[in-house]
């Protein structure tokens, strides 16, 4: 899964991606104009429980992609639109993370994060409009397009009232019907507030917290500047800076798990000597696709799938116990699995 940090320039979107992913991307224009590449990993408590048990020799967490797009290349000083190439990269994401500036820029100048959220949010209303209304153009001189035509003319209408489509109930076929289109404003999104260090404990402001519910996105608020600082700390120093600051933890952490909810992701669980791991798979995925994720031959000699939940094997204390307490239970290929379900697949090819 793919996560893409988008902004208007002076954001410190690429700050925040090197402090996220502890990696030391040029910032402040010093790129060269690709995007920049990294993976996290997902914080999972359950993972270093079940390794605790089993003393697995490799322990594997979940992970989630990230791109730091670049800002439109007219932008190298001031805000703009979005240019082709862009619109894009940003097509290319499943899912969007907008940086926004919480602090003074170099010149001293107040930050406007509700303005520059309505700004940025209107090219993407216009990006999708233009992609729609040359399709809408099109279908008017084909024939055999009835169902396509009233879902696109729904989504247009939306747009022109200024409404991103992701706050829109579209059923499972008319989102199929709209995903071969990469709409912007059908992607998840994700408002992060950039903040200076003095306002690093601080909550999302109101103003802000209410326009981000207007683009139908979730809002949290962080300082670039101290994660990039908490990444270059020894773990024994990092509680003190974190005290002093009056926080109780870092940001990242919330950050990766907003993120992973934002792709509605889960994991399921498989443990053992070998390996005890986080498998990512999007909810609502039955068992036979889950299988998949570890192996295809895994999918297509499919038996069945012993379950047992994280909670109940960890009140048991062994496999054994829960088959003897009725808490391991027996799913075939259509089973829905949930967040945190111990999975072990028997399968045949």
């Known amino acids: 899964m793919k996560v893409g940090l988008t902004g208007f320039s002076g954001a410190g979107k690429t700050t925040v991606f090197n402090a996220l992913t502890g990696l030391s991307a040029p910032t402040a224009g010093g790129g060269d104009g690709r995007p920049n590449l990294g993976v996290i990993k997902v914080p999972d408590a359950r993972v270093d429980r079940l390794a605790e048990i089993h003393r697995p020799k490799k322990?594997?967490?979940a992970e989630i992609s990230f791109v730091d797009f670049p800002p439109p290349r007219a932008a190298a000083?001031?805000?703009?639109?979005?240019?082709?190439?862009?619109?894009a990269q940003l097509r290319d994401a499943d899912a969007?993370?907008?940086v926004v500036r919480g602090f003074p820029d170099l010149a001293g100048a107040a930050p406007a994060p509700v303005?520059?959220?309505?700004?940025?949010g209107t090219e993407l209303l216009l990006a999708d409009l233009a992609v729609l209304e040359k399709r809408l153009e099109r279908l008017k001189k084909e024939k055999g397009h009835e169902r396509?035509?009233?879902v696109l003319e729904r989504a247009v209408a939306a747009l022109n009232d200024g409404t991103p489509l992701?706050?829109?109930?579209?059923p499972a076929d008319e989102r199929s019907t709209l995903a071969g289109f990469a709409l912007l404003t059908l992607r998840p999104l994700l408002i992060v507030l950039n903040v200076a260090e003095g306002d690093a404990a601080a909550p999302v402001p109101a103003d802000v917290a209410a326009r981000a519910a207007d683009e139908g996105a979730d809002a949290l608020a962080l300082s670039a500047k101290v994660e990039a600082e908490l990444t270059a700390l020894d773990p024994g120093d990092r509680a003190a800076f974190l005290a002093d600051l009056g926080l109780e933890a870092s940001a990242r952490d919330r950050f990766i798990r907003a993120s992973y909810a934002l792709l509605d992701l889960i994991s399921f669980l498989t443990a053992g000597e070998d390996e005890c791991r986080a498998w990512t798979i999007r909810r609502g995925t039955t068992a036979?696709?889950?299988?998949?994720?570890?192996h295809s031959d895994i999918e297509r000699g499919f038996i069945r799938a012993e379950v047992v939940s994280f909670d109940d094997f960890v009140a048991c204390g062994s496999e054994a116990k829960c088959r003897a307490a009725g808490k391991l239970r027996l799913e075939g290929r259509d089973y829905v699995v949930q967040d945190g379900d111990i999975i072990h697949f028997r399968f045949a090819v």
């Open 115 to 120: 303005a520059d959220l309505e700004a940025f």
């Open 166 to 170: 992701r706050k829109l109930d579209f």
């Open 148 to 150: 396509e035509r009233p």
């Open 77 to 87: 000083q001031k805000r703009s639109v979005l240019d082709a190439d862009t619109v």
């Open 96 to 98: 969007l993370v907008e």
């Open 288 to 294: 036979v696709k889950a299988a998949g994720r570890i």
């Open 59 to 61: 322990t594997t967490f």
